[in-house]
Each structure stands twice: as structure tokens, then as C-alpha cells.
């Protein structure tokens, strides 16, 4: 049974930063897209950023290029978001999530596994 078990999120000042954390198991994620959306109140589920397991390749949202990264940790079965000049608008809830057959890496719909989510909050 795959778990995807989000941590990391809180309150910082615009400005700031946060690294969020997604701890994978229940499965051998070498040949999966892992990705990282975000769900503010009142709005749709979006797309942050994506990166496919076994060659490192990432995607990003254009919101959030330059400031974000993705990263993974093979050993620690771990995907890490790397937040830096955080701005109010990139508040909201965060969720980490996983497919074996993602082509379409943007789309919420195509993954399989959701986290519970982590609260980011950046106030101004």
C-alpha cells in the first residue's frame, strides 16, 4: 500500500523560506512522477512541480519557477519541495503525490497516490 506522508509546512513572512517533505513507501517509486500541487481556499487543485524518479527530470509551474525546487533522496525515499521567496500568494495547502504513468505531469488526475497535505502560510 503506497503511504505518501507530507511534513514541513507552516507560517513564514513573505520572504521566507520552507522546505516540505514527502516520505514515500509501500512501493519502489524508481519509475514514477512525483509531484507536488497546491489547493488555496475557494480555488482548484494546481500544479507546483514534478520530477520523474529515476532520472531527475523536473518540471515546474511558471508561478513558482526560479523560486522552488524538487529534489529526491533515492536512499530516504523522500521528495523535498525547496521554497525560497515565499510570497502571500503561494499560500495554501500542499500536497505531494505519485504515479507510475504520468504523461501529462501538470494534471492532478494523473496520479494515483495522495499525501494529506501540509499548511503553507506566508504572510505579508
Known amino acids: 500500500q503506497v503511504q505518501l506522508v507530507e511534513s514541513g509546512g507552516g507560517l513564514v513572512q513573505a520572504g521566507g523560506s520552507l522546505r516540505l517533505s514527502c516520505a514515500a513507501s509501500g512501493r519502489t517509486f524508481s519509475s514514477y512522477a512525483m509531484g507536488w500541487f497546491r489547493q488555496a481556499p475557494g480555488k482548484e487543485r494546481e500544479f507546483v512541480a514534478t520530477?520523474?524518479?529515476?532520472?531527475?527530470?523536473?518540471y515546474y509551474a511558471d508561478s513558482v519557477k526560479g523560486r522552488f525546487t524538487i529534489s529526491r533522496d533515492n536512499d530516504k525515499n523522500t521528495v523535498y519541495l525547496q521554497m525560497i521567496s515565499l510570497k502571500p500568494e503561494d499560500t495554501a495547502v500542499y500536497y505531494c503525490?505519485?504515479?507510475?504513468?504520468?504523461?501529462?505531469?501538470?494534471?492532478?488526475?494523473?496520479?494515483?497516490?495522495w499525501g494529506q497535505g501540509t499548511q503553507v502560510t506566508v504572510s505579508s
Open positions: 520530477i520523474r524518479w529515476s532520472i531527475g527530470r523536473t
Open positions: 503525490a505519485a504515479g507510475p504513468r504520468v504523461i501529462a505531469i501538470t494534471r492532478p488526475d494523473e496520479f494515483d497516490y
